[in-house]
């Protein structure tokens, strides 16, 4: 494959955070290229758990066979307090090196390339992120595996909703996840067709400002009485939540709004051919930059093509969303 000698001789790969569809694709492609150079994998269990716990498995080629179509982790993922609480950090690194790994592939969001950041400080090999979540919340790539999977598996929802509200002539607002970014809220929202989307990025929302809301829900209510109409919310956007809001519209526009929040069903499901692409690119990207001796580094994709990013720089939340569909859906007047 042209790649130059290395030193490495054991690596070891891991999923962390929320779960996201392409995590197996990506550990696939972890596996076989490292295999095609002789190095052999390790996979830790439940994210940074198995590393702490020395849970984990050594990876062949028949754990990777017929994965790349399959939502979850084979490896299972989690969140780790244990790994953010003093000595944490240290011990893990001291297990990567009893085990004797070289280098470890993180595949998670900005707060588990954190966690590696911290292992850092006590691990002599190398570290690579991966970017896997749903969230799309992380800089230095376009898009993390996982989120073109969620966009349809929200779209295929949120048009049944359409459908229900359409023949009985309601309004939904339609919680999506995102933890604190809109990417998903943004991308679904306008490939549904919605009426309106909320995201934290617009400013914070409380019950003193509905009014912005409620003037277009009105307007649509006169021009066409009989009419479906939409609102996608991205997750933590109102104090109290979907529901809350749902409420707090109701009695201050007089038109009944009811909430629906789509939750994890966001995260599951077959991951899409865009997701299998990136999670293989990067994936196979990321064991090869690794042997030309990159460390501290996530492999993401920027215009199509893959690149490094300093993993420390992840989390900067510099990445916007896409300013042309905010200004396109302003301008229709949705919000
Ligand atoms: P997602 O946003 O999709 O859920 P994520 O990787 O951002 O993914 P987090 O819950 O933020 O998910 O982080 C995952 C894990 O990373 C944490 O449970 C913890 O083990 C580790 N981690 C996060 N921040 C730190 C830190 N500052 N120090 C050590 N470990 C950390």
């Known amino acids: 494959m042209g ?4 030193r490495i001789k054991r690596l070891a790969v891991l999923t962390s955070g929320g779960d996201a569809p392409g995590m197996n694709a990506c550990i696939r492609a972890i596996q076989l290229t490292a295999s095609a150079c002789n190095i052999e994998v390790i996979g830790f269990m439940h994210g940074f758990n198995g590393l702490l716990e020395q849970e984990y498995l050594m990876l062949h080629e028949q754990h990777v066979n017929n994965i790349i179509q399959r939502g979850g982790t084979i490896l299972k993922s989690a969140r780790c307090p244990a790994l953010e609480q003093a000595g944490g950090p240290a011990k893990a690194a001291t297990v990567l090196q009893q085990l004797n790994i070289d280098a470890l592939i993180i595949i998670g969001g900005d707060g588990s390339f954190r966690g590696a950041m911290a292992i850092s400080q006590h691990y002599h090999g190398q570290l690579m992120g991966v970017p896997g979540t749903i969230d799309n919340d992380v800089d230095g790539t376009d898009n993390t595996i996982g989120f073109a999977t969620a966009i349809d598996t929200a779209l295929d929802a949120i048009d049944k909703i359409r459908d229900t509200a359409d023949a009985f002539e309601r309004m939904f607002l339609i919680e999506l996840m995102g933890r604190h970014s809109g990417y998903l809220s943004l991308a679904a929202g306008i490939a549904a067709g919605a009426e309106q989307i909320i995201c934290p990025e617009f400013g914070p929302l409380s019950p003193d400002n509905l009014k912005h809301l409620i003037i277009p829900m009105q307007h649509a209510q006169l021009l066409s009485a009989k009419a479906s109409y939409l609102i996608v919310v991205a997750e933590n956007s109102y104090p109290g939540g979907t529901t809350a809001l749902a409420d707090d519209l109701t009695k201050a526009s007089g038109i009944e709004c009811r909430a629906c929040i789509l939750g994890h069903i966001q995260r599951g499901g077959s991951p899409v051919g865009a997701d299998r692409i990136l999670a293989t690119k ?3 990207y990321a064991v090869e930059q690794l042997l030309q001796g990159a460390s501290l580094m996530m492999a ?14 992840t989390g900067d939340r510099t990445k916007a969303i896409d300013p042309f569909l905010v200004r396109w859906q302003q301008q229709i007047g949705s919000f």
Do not use: F, T, V
Request: hydrophobic share 40%; charged share 15%; net charge positive.
């Open 300 to 313: 993401g994709e920027i215009n199509g093509q893959a690149g490094l990013y300093p993993l420390k720089k």
């Open 282 to 284: 990067l994936g196979a």
């Open 3 to 6: 790649y130059i000698m290395s």
